[in-house]
């Protein structure tokens, strides 16, 4: 049973700046901090304007304390859409309560009662207490698969030679 005192819900355009907190601290958690170029103003663009994404964020006790940032994929072998998690990240000061379980089964939920096949996502090898959070909640990594990725330079040549 969750501790009453967490609640999870969709974010709204006032937990903005706990989004991007969240996502500078997860960022210097991974050292990437030099790779964030997140603002307040790209935020409101993307998660609420444009709905690029959606977020779900954790509370503990009614303060802000982690958020989860999910959007849809879809399995071509399911035939059904699926939600992939890009990011998932308690404070913390906040850990050990239950926060991430909460948002983790949140977004499980989610995906179950819309139907989806699949809930995905990635997390960096040595990030050993994240790995064994994931697999005590069943989760099974995908060692067959490598991830690939265009982005910057790599990313406009790539659209560059669609005119060729």
Not at 87 to 108: C, H, I, N, Q, S
């Amino acid at each position: 049973m969750r501790d009453p005192k967490i609640t999870v819900l969709p974010a709204v355009r006032e937990d903005i700046p706990h989004i991007l907190r969240c996502i500078t601290e997860l960022a210097r958690y991974e050292d990437m901090l030099d790779q964030v170029e997140a603002t307040e103003e790209k935020l409101a663009a993307t998660l609420f304007d444009r709905q690029d994404a959606r977020v779900l964020i954790a509370r503990y006790d009614g303060v802000p304390a982690g958020f989860a940032l999910y959007f849809y994929n879809y399995s071509t072998f399911l035939a059904k859409p699926g939600i992939y998690l890009e990011d998932l990240f308690v404070l913390p000061e906040y850990r050990g309560k239950g926060l991430g379980k909460a948002l983790l089964t949140t977004l499980a939920k989610t995906a179950v009662e819309e139907g989806c096949g699949r809930l995905e996502w990635a997390c960096l090898n040595w990030n050993e207490p994240s790995i064994a959070f994931y697999c005590a909640m069943g989760a099974e990594p995908m060692d067959d698969w490598t991830v690939y990725r265009l982005t910057g330079d790599t990313l406009t040549a790539a659209a560059a030679m669609a005119e060729e």
